[in-house]
């Protein structure tokens, strides 16, 4: 049977906390009759407010990053057990931001991905190549690489709290998309590395998410796809009428 849809807002470096309150509260009633799961990763400021303005309706709120150490000297940073406390119940970890702006290695990635399931705070994994990289050939070999080193050590017992966003960096905030069957071929393939490294039944309970310039005009040729379990947006989540149109395609 396949899985509940999961839509995933990104919400970057956007929004205050008067704006996240009012976005979450436009959203939520309209989305109580929805059969799709539907997270919002907002900003550090806003997470007590959101997961508040959240409370009891279907919105799960996270964060966008975290540290791989509890505490310490590490100024300007954030533990996963602080975003809990202040109402995240999953985070993102590894996105090409922050993999490409500040140079987050794939070993750091792999820290990251094993604190939050520590913390049991909920893994939302970003892997993806870049334009170049997938003008060389090198697709596979870069997604098998990322997705190897930040499941290193992973037990079987942690995979269904684990969710992958495919993202190809050439279509995160360009306005290309892969195309529903590009996308597929990727999904297709790390699906088949998962199975590889953890076995069939647990390789099925991971959700699969494509993201990079999805909109509702394209997001639902995407869903049909056998191996795209949901969407993770990033300038569409902005709005609540392109969001919510998203949601509303399930």
Not at 57 to 63: H, L, N, P
Not at 132 to 139: F, P
Not at 219 to 231: E, R, Y
Not at 232 to 237: D, E, P, T, V
Request: charged residues 25%.
């Amino acid at each position: 049977m396949k899985k509940k849809v999961l839509i995933a807002g990104n919400w970057k470096m956007h929004k205050t906390i008067e704006e996240t309150e009012s976005f979450i509260c436009q959203l939520a009633p309209e989305i109580t009759a929805c059969d799709v799961l539907v997270y919002l990763a907002v900003p550090f400021t806003a997470l007590k407010s959101a997961a508040k303005a959240a409370e009891g309706s279907k919105i799960i709120v996270g964060a966008q990053n975290m540290h791989s150490e509890p505490s310490g000297a590490f100024t300007g940073e954030i533990s996963a057990l602080m975003l809990k406390e202040a109402g995240a119940e999953f985070v993102l970890i590894g996105h090409s931001e922050r993999r490409t702006l500040f140079k987050e290695t794939d070993a750091e990635v792999h820290k990251k991905l094993l604190r939050a399931l520590k913390d049991d705070l909920q893994p939302l994994l970003c892997l993806g190549e870049t334009a170049q990289e997938r003008a060389d050939g090198e697709t596979e070999t870069v997604l098998k690489g990322q997705l190897e080193k930040a499941l290193k050590g992973l037990s079987f017992d942690l995979l269904e709290k684990l969710v992958i966003a495919y993202e190809p960096v050439w279509a995160i905030g360009t306005g290309q998309v892969a195309t529903p069957e590009m996308a597929e071929e990727v999904h297709h393939f790390l699906r088949k590395e998962l199975t590889g490294l953890f076995g069939k039944a647990a390789s099925g309970k991971i959700y699969l998410l494509y993201g990079g310039s999805v909109k509702p005009d394209n997001v639902l040729a995407l869903m049909q796809k056998p191996n795209i379990d949901g969407a993770l947006i990033g300038g569409a989540s902005l709005e609540v009428d392109s969001f919510l149109k998203i949601i509303q395609s399930f």
